[in-house]
């Protein structure tokens, strides 16, 4: 995965979850910033996986709704493939370490 792949998965994931959550509620439960969420927004938007429109009648003039396309849908599970592997192989790497790190500790019998 691209650098700015993961922020743009997991902000797909919160938006699919989340459609009319504001971008500053989105920034504070994605922990990033305000910048980065509206960068990672417009980045979206530009190919395609995300559509935004204004609330009707609300008095936030800044209020949106956001949902995936069905081409962001389709890209959000091939991301979700892509980073479950690559998320199962740092599992299973950390998984290794950790059990190299008991077996030195049983050696040394500080077990």
């Known amino acids: 995965m691209a650098a700015g792949d993961e922020s743009h998965y997991k902000l797909m994931r919160f938006i699919e979850a989340n459609p ?3 971008q500053r509620d989105i920034a504070r439960e994605l922990g990033m910033s305000l ?3 509206n960068y990672c927004l417009r980045a979206v938007a530009r190919k395609g996986w995300i559509k935004a429109t204004n609330f009707k009648n609300s008095h936030n003039k800044a209020a949106y709704i956001y949902w995936l396309t069905p081409r962001g849908i389709e890209m ?3 991301m979700t493939v892509k980073f479950l592997s690559i998320k ?3 599992y299973e ?3 290794a370490e950790i059990e190299q790190m008991r077996r030195e500790t049983e050696r040394n019998g500080q077990a």
């Open 76 to 78: 959000k599970a091939r």
């Open 93 to 95: 790497s950390l998984r």
């Open 35 to 37: 910048g980065k969420v």
């Open 20 to 22: 009319g959550m504001s």
């Open 88 to 90: 199962v192989q740092e």
